[in-house]
């Protein structure tokens, strides 16, 4: 499974940006795809998922309401829409894709920065 990352960049706060995801190889009908994110000091955490089939969706606290998660499974693509974003959401963002479940094998993409400026 190969994962293709787009989007991110700096944005002031306030402001929005869009990151996309598009995996390729042998995913399976059945997966999970979402966005981690690493800030500088602090350990990699979920930010959100769905889930291929049914569309169940995952978000941290700290982006609920403000980030939304969409998916394109025809396209094996998944969208990030990050809209009223803070500071704190300035970290490196890493698309990833679970065949069953986060805590089994996890294939990961190039993280992109999203940076948010006071």
């Known amino acids: 499974v190969q994962l293709q990352a787009s989007g991110g960049g700096l944005v002031q706060a306030g402001g929005s940006l869009r990151l996309s995801c598009a995996a390729s190889g042998r995913t399976g009908s059945s997966y999970r795809m979402g966005w981690f994110r690493q800030a500088p000091g602090k350990e990699r955490e979920r930010v959100a998922s769905i889930v291929s089939i049914g569309g169940t969706t995952y978000y941290a606290e700290s982006v609920k309401g403000r980030f939304t998660i969409s998916r394109d499974n025809a396209k094996n693509t998944v969208n990030l829409q990050m809209n009223s974003l803070k500071p704190e959401d300035t970290a490196v963002y890493y698309c990833?894709?679970?065949?069953?479940?986060?805590?089994?094998?996890?294939?990961w993409g190039q993280g992109t920065q999203v940076t948010v400026s006071s």
């Open positions: 990833a894709l679970a065949t069953t479940t986060w805590s089994a094998r996890v294939f």
